[in-house]
C-alpha cells in the first residue's frame, strides 16, 4: 500500500536504513526470514531449469537486496551478515550457493551488479570490484 509520497509502507532490507532509490524506510530482516529467502532464491532456479532455461541470472544491482547487504552505508547490521566485506557476502554467497545446490554445475549461474550505483549511499566501482574479486575466487559464478 502506498502512503501519500508514493513510498511503499513495507519494505525488508538488511537494515532499518532508507535509501535514496526507494524512498521508504526499510525493516531489518530477521535471519530465518534471509534464510527463506535464499531458499526461495534456489527454488527459482530450479523452476527455471525446470522450464528448460540454459541459465540463470542473479540480480545484485541498483540497490536491489543483495546489492543492500553488500552496501556498508545500508548494511549496518551487526550479525554474520554486517559489518566486514566477509560477512556482508554473506547473503549474496548463500544466494549462489543455494542456486548451486538446486542445478548443478552444468546450469549457468551468472550475476548482474552495478559497477557504481551512482548515488551517495550507493555502492561505489572499488568497493564491487572487492566483490567481484572475492566471487570470482569463489569459482561459483560462470
Known amino acids: 500500500m502506498e502512503s501519500q509520497d508514493g513510498s511503499l509502507s513495507v519494505a525488508l532490507a538488511p537494515s532499518a536504513v532508507p535509501t535514496e532509490r526507494f524512498h521508504v524506510m526499510p525493516r531489518a530482516m530477521p535471519v530465518p526470514l534471509i534464510e527463506e529467502i535464499v531458499a526461495c532464491f534456489g527454488a527459482s532456479a530450479r523452476r527455471l531449469q525446470a522450464a528448460g532455461l540454459d541459465g540463470v541470472e ?5 540497490g536491489y537486496l543483495p546489492a543492500q547487504f553488500l552496501n556498508p552505508r545500508v548494511n549496518i547490521r551487526e550479525d554474520q551478515y554486517g559489518g566486514s566485506l566477509e560477512n556482508r557476502l554473506r547473503f549474496l554467497r ?24 551512482e548515488t551517495d549511499d550507493g555502492l561505489q566501482a572499488n568497493e564491487m570490484l572487492d566483490v567481484l574479486s572475492a566471487l570470482n575466487a569463489d569459482g561459483t559464478i560462470d
Open 58 to 62: 542473479i540480480v545484485a544491482s541498483h
Open 94 to 117: 548463500d544466494i549462489i550457493d543455494a542456486v548451486r545446490t538446486k542445478v548443478g554445475r552444468e546450469f549457468v549461474v551468472g550475476i548482474r551488479v552495478s559497477a557504481s550505483e
